[in-house]
T-cell receptor
Framework: NAGVTQTPKFRILKIGQSMTLQCAQDMNHNYMYWYRQDPGMGLKLIYYSVGAGITDKGEVPNGYNVSRSTTEDFPLRLELAAPSQTSVYFC?????????????FGPGTRLLVL | DAKTTQPPSMDCAEGRAANLPCNHSTISGNEYVYWYRQIHSQGPQYIIHGLKNNETNEMASLIITEDRKSSTLILPHATLRDTAVYYCIVGGYNKLIFGAGTRLAVHP
């Protein structure tokens, strides 16, 4: 199993540009998540999905969009990039059972908005 | 979700036990205690979780007090590769709220 994969590893965007961060998992997990991590800080939840076709907002959803058309994929869309979105983005997945869950994280995408 | 309090940093000598404390005084009855760690800039890695009872796996042990208001993660024989930021998280049900964690430095 490849686990959770993310592409690209690193990207530089100009202000106002858009891009999609890709995330895929091959563990047949029903739950998937997007986090961002600013320097020296903990992770903050952006969006999450409990299954194909179902998404919900996390702590910091503004400026982002997601979709979940398949169990495996959970792309994160930035429509109008802003310097405040410079961060490291982590995707994660889990199989949740009654409140107990173990999240598996991808290697991250470093995004720099100039 | 309950909030957690961890010391910002700790040191440990290689080969010794590392005991990382966490306070979670507002934990509710159905919330689990989770520990994750993040080595350098990698994605966080799950370590262990528990509800009431103490737990042990190949990586660590988790000691939860009887009133569940605090817990301790124990790395029995710390190595240099255990140098990382350790996050204590309380909650579940699809949402993990990460705080700043404890930066553990293991030195020779």
């Amino acid at each position: 199993n490849a686990g959770v994969t993310q592409t690209p590893k690193f990207r530089i965007l100009k202000i106002g540009q858009s891009m999609t961060l890709q995330c895929a998992q091959d563990m047949n997990h029903n739950y998937m998540y997007w986090y961002r991590q600013d320097p020296g800080m903990g992770l903050k939840l952006i969006y999450y999905s409990v299954g194909a076709g179902i998404t919900d907002k996390g702590e910091v959803p503004n400026g982002y969009n997601v979709s979940r058309s398949t169990t495996e994929d959970f792309p994160l869309r930035l429509e109008l990039a802003a310097p405040s979105q410079t961060s490291v983005y982590f995707c994660a997945s889990s199989y949740s059972t009654g409140g107990r869950e173990t999240q598996y994280f991808g290697p991250g995408t470093r995004l720099l908005v100039l | 979700d309950a909030k957690t309090t961890q010391p910002p940093s700790m040191d440990c000598a290689e080969g010794r036990a590392a005991n990382l404390p966490c306070n979670h005084s507002t934990i509710s009855g159905n919330e689990y205690v989770y520990w994750y760690r993040q080595i350098h800039s990698q994605g966080p890695q799950y370590i262990i979780h528990g509800l009431k009872n103490n737990e042990t796996n190949e990586m660590a042990s988790l000691i939860i007090t009887e009133d569940r208001k605090s817990s301790t993660l124990i790395l029995p024989h710390a190595t240099l590769r255990d140098t990382a930021v350790y996050y204590c998280i309380v909650g579940g049900y699809n949402k993990l709220i990460f705080g700043a964690g404890t930066r553990l430095a293991v030195h020779p």
